[in-house]
């Protein structure tokens, strides 16, 4: 069974700095990896999608690579702002578009 | 364009109360749907997926049912809550794309 793992569970940082978010997995027959955005009572916002032929994508701010011998992704977000405030979701895609979530990391940026 | 509708936003049933969320997809035919629920400090758990009508599959026995009468609808069920049912359901379709619904809090008292 796939299992997707995200560290850290929490993280608080002043606003302007670099960050790092984590996500491994278990099973390397990956069809993509997709990271999302999830705002409180809300639903979720796609930010990146890395294709398994793919080692990273960027979107503005936003950095995600995928290394897949070793069951990884990781999010950057540069230059972190208050608005980036949120639970961030890793996911692993498999068959049928099927998507494997983890528990996600709750940042706060403070202003 | 591509949407997909979910509802009710927010739901308080009694225990034993029946229950029906419905979603709906348009912008286009044959989609890959999704229901997933989020309880309290834990992920998404996948509860249910359909390739098309009438066809639906169930990742963990529970007391829910869904079921696809209309190739874009989905509907998530049950005939009698219980309180463990409570958390946030969202309805997704997934293609190369993502989309996902607004989310239904559902709380049993």
């Known amino acids: 069974k796939q299992e997707v793992t995200q560290i850290p569970a929490a993280l608080s940082v002043p606003e302007g700095e670099n960050l790092v978010l984590n996500c491994s997995f278990t099973?390397?027959?990956?069809?993509?990896l997709q990271w999302f955005r999830q705002d409180p009572g809300k639903g979720l916002t796609s930010l990146l999608l890395?294709?398994?032929?793919?080692r990273e994508q960027t979107s503005g701010r936003l950095n995600a690579s995928l290394d897949k011998s070793s069951g990884r992704s990781t999010l950057y977000i540069a230059a972190s702002q208050p608005g980036d405030s949120a639970t961030y979701l890793c996911?692993?895609?498999?068959?049928?578009?099927?998507?494997?979530f983890g528990k996600g990391t709750l940042l706060t940026v403070n202003p | 364009s591509q949407t997909i509708h979910q509802w009710p936003a927010t739901l308080v049933q009694p225990v034993g109360s029946p229950l029906s969320l419905e979603c709906t997809v348009e912008?286009?035919?044959?989609?890959?749907l999704y229901w997933y629920r989020q309880a309290a400090g834990r992920g998404l758990q996948l509860l249910f997926y359909?390739?098309?009508?009438?066809?639906i599959s169930s990742e963990v026995p529970q007391n829910l049912s869904a079921s696809r009468p209309q190739d874009r609808q989905f509907i998530l069920s049950s005939k009698k809550l219980l309180l463990s049912d409570s958390g946030f359901y969202l309805c997704?379709?997934?293609?190369?794309?993502?989309?996902f619904g607004q989310g239904t809090r559902l709380t049993v008292v």
């Open positions: 997704a379709w997934l293609t190369e794309k993502a989309f």
């Open positions: 099973d390397s027959a990956i069809y993509n």
């Open positions: 912008g286009t035919s044959n989609p890959n």
């Open positions: 996911a692993y895609g498999g068959s049928n578009y099927k998507l494997t």
């Open positions: 359909s390739v098309g009508i009438g066809q």
């Open positions: 890395i294709q398994s032929s793919q």
